[in-house]
């Protein structure tokens, strides 16, 4: 008995620590995963062009703000290497201490190719300590997030719509990745689209057969084409499924048979999304009062 009466304590617990955290681990995982979709495919390669573009302005960074053999080792991609102190080597200590010991080597400058290459690869390296060092990565990041915005920008204006229309009918011509660009184009337009679905209210209607009473949301106008073929006017609702309210049904029924409701958006899909155990308050005491009426009778 103890034993069954933990392990309901323990299911119970265990589902309501899921139904907390889930969200919120998925919420920062998307966002992980949004970070570095822009950051490894866009703000990289701004990083690595700034960094080409410091390397022109300046050979190597400033001693003052970067210790090229010392913070290499702090800063720097690591290898499967120790030296004699016990210090995990990297991979751009290596170039530089190459290169200072290929300067000790040839005091005279003599293969001076080779002492050319050795020391460009120094001041690379350097820089990219640099980068590592102050975070500079972060100014790529920003900068993609700043060229994703005037995209937008653009693709708003006249000429940036037909310029993106162009480009999509080139896209839909090719076999296969019009079947892949299409459908990713249905999920992101869903989800990044700034337009949004507006509900006027909260409704009940017979559906899918009479009898069974559904709980729709009132969306706007019906078909043109259909309303011009029936008598008396249309209702347009969407009936959201559970407990997955994003999709549903949307029907058009006459006015009439439509049952306003005093609920809100929020609670509709709430009740819908719990499968009808939360209800609104007002509900709530209604079927109370029907059911403890029955009773009396």
Known sequence: MAGQRFSDDFRRFFLRGLGALVPTLLTFALMVWAYRLINDNVGFYITEGLRGLCSVIREEPSPALVNPEQDSLTYGTAINEWDNLGRRLTVEYKIIVNYEGLLQDRPDGSDASILEVARR?????????????????????????????????????????????????????????????????????????????????????????????????????????????????????????????????????????????DMTIDEALRFTISGGVIKPDGESMVLETGRSGGSSA
Request: no cysteine; aromatic share 12%; net charge positive.
């Open 121 to 261: 690869a120094r001041n690379d390296a350097a820089w990219k300590i640099a980068f590592a060092k102050y975070h500079f990565h972060v100014v790529g990041f920003l900068i993609a997030i700043i060229l994703v915005y005037f995209t937008g920008f653009f693709l708003a204006s006249f000429l940036g719509r037909a310029s993106w229309r162009a480009v999509e009918g080139i896209l839909k011509k090719i076999p296969v990745i019009r079947a892949v660009y299409s459908n990713i184009k249905q999920v992101t337009d869903f989800l990044l689209t700034d337009g949004t679905v507006e509900f006027s209210g909260v409704v009940a209607v017979e559906y899918p057969r009479k009898g069974v009473w559904s709980l729709g949301l009132r969306t706007g106008t019906p078909m043109r084409n259909v309303q011009r073929r029936v008598d008396g006017d249309l209702a347009t609702v969407f009936i959201p499924s559970s407990p997955t309210p994003v999709t549903g049904y949307v029907i058009q029924v006459p006015k009439t048979d439509v049952i306003d409701l």
